[in-house]
């Protein structure tokens, strides 16, 4: 006797088809509701979480259907572009074409985050269809240095977005070394840095602005019902002002200066390294680099960068964690013994 076919499990079903028709419905729902609707309502009413609606807004975007972010009695929503407001298409020459398409290629590092995914939309609005757009893609080539795999980061990346765009406070737990523990950060802005994302904001536990990186950033939401007021005074390029790097800014400035032997002073010459410097040649071709600087932490490492071809002049306080590092290094390697 053969088995009854069995009957499909009551429930939703799941798989593709069941995107396809929430697609469906979710363009639906927007199309009827001119004013715009904010995602927490949006994720109500088709039975999925906010962040699914976030990933189903950006397949209707690629799809080709435009929308747009507005604030509506203080709500943040979402609606479609009325065909009556769309732009005229934006003309470009071939050199403004081939700026796009080197910046383009920067965007590479973040791929699978919503900064890379955005971008490459808007590219494919502003750059027509063809053969040139691979040709002047050919024309530059971007290597990033040990850059971060930030596709396994992009529910992380993409909270922060959220955060920042909708100023909801983020929750998570950082691990990052002395600092680590669960956060409540009121977030401010992202910072680029020598490729590696961080998010600045208010330490709600500190009532004090710091710099947290993404990629130690674990179990991050931001919290709908934890929305803040951005301070109006606060000012990025102020926060870092007299660092030497992300850390530092807004500590006491101390005046370095670093000698560099002259077989590396053509590499270190040409550069800024850090708004103060001053530099001169010394009477035997050495290079000289003086700076003020707000924390040392990273002039450390600046410094050990460059081994032998460099020496620390002032202040005592550097020179000491240069040498302190510099000798646990040698230790490692045998404490001293010249013969290894």
Known sequence: MSAMPRRPSPGRPTGQYTQAVRLFQLHQLLETNVEGVRIE???RDLGVTPRSIRRDLKALEAAGIELEAVDVAGERRVRVVRAGKATDPVRLTRYQRYSLAAVRRMFDVFTGTPLHDDFSQLFAKLSPP???EGAMADRFHYIPEAPRN????????????????????????????TTTGLRKVEPYALVLYQNRLYVVGRDVQKD???TFAIDLMKRVRALPAAPFKRNPEFNVQRLFEGAFGIYGGGAERQHVVVDFDARVAQYIEPREWHPTQKTSRLPGGELRI?????????????????????????PDELKKRVRDELA?????YGGGDAAG
């Open 150 to 177: 930030y596709r396994k980061l992009k529910d992380q990346v993409y909270e922060v977005y959220d955060g920042i765009l909708r100023t909801l406070t983020l929750q998570f737990h950082y691990e990052g070394g």
């Open 328 to 332: 646990r290094g040698l230790e490692r």
């Open 130 to 132: 063809g053969d040139e």
């Open 208 to 210: 004090a602005d710091r």
């Open 41 to 43: 309502e949006i994720a």
């Open 290 to 314: 003086e700076f003020d600087a707000t924390g040392l932490t990273e002039v450390v490492g600046w410094v050990l960068r460059w081994g032998s071809a460099a020496v620390v002049r002032e």
